[in-house]
């Protein structure tokens, strides 16, 4: 009995539909709901305040050694295509979620990392984040590349992958 039960669970987690091999949530296609949030400086501000622009929303944290190596790559994407014309949308941004605790190691991070771009926002509640809810995050870095009309399409594009999709939707 018990090597059967072993058996059937080998078998659903090898199945197409295990759900530890979709991806959960919002995925490419899917027009990217809106989240607003408060900002750094305390205002509160939206996702669709982005509209028109090709959007990297950015979902990380100061604690996570993987997203403050990816920063860096970020922020020269950011630097490199914030004034081009892309072939569904004028100008690129960056939207960033926190999932940080406090208040002080999430400004810290952003002054630290020169995460230069206007549009931060966290509701400092960690992995209970409303926004990592609504979008089915469930691991960071993670990211959704949205375009000009806000839908999704691309998502967790890292290192050269961001680079080479932002250049092939250039008009």
Not at 35 to 56: A, F, H, N, Q
Not at 96 to 122: C, G, M, P, Q
């Amino acid at each position: 009995m018990r090597r059967s039960v072993i058996i059937i669970i080998l078998i659903v987690m090898a199945s197409p539909f295990s759900f530890s091999q979709q991806k959960i949530g919002i995925n490419p296609g899917n027009k990217a709901p809106e989240i607003s949030g408060r900002s750094i400086s305390g205002e509160t501000i939206r996702l669709s305040d982005t509209k028109g622009k090709v959007v990297l929303l950015d979902f990380w944290a100061a604690w996570c050694g993987p997203c403050r190596k990816e920063n860096p790559i970020v922020v020269n994407v950011y630097r490199k295509y914030k004034n081009k014309n892309f072939s569904n949308g004028k100008g690129f941004t960056v939207f960033s979620v926190s999932l940080d605790r406090t208040e002080a190691s999430w400004k810290k991070a952003v002054k630290d990392d020169k995460l230069e771009w206007e549009y931060h926002i966290s509701d400092l509640k960690g992995w209970y984040s409303k926004y990592a809810a609504i979008f089915g995050v469930r691991r960071i870095p993670s990211n959704f590349l949205i375009d000009g009309n806000g839908i999704i399409i691309a998502r967790d594009l890292r290192g050269p992958d961001l680079d080479a999709k932002l250049e092939k939707l250039l008009k």
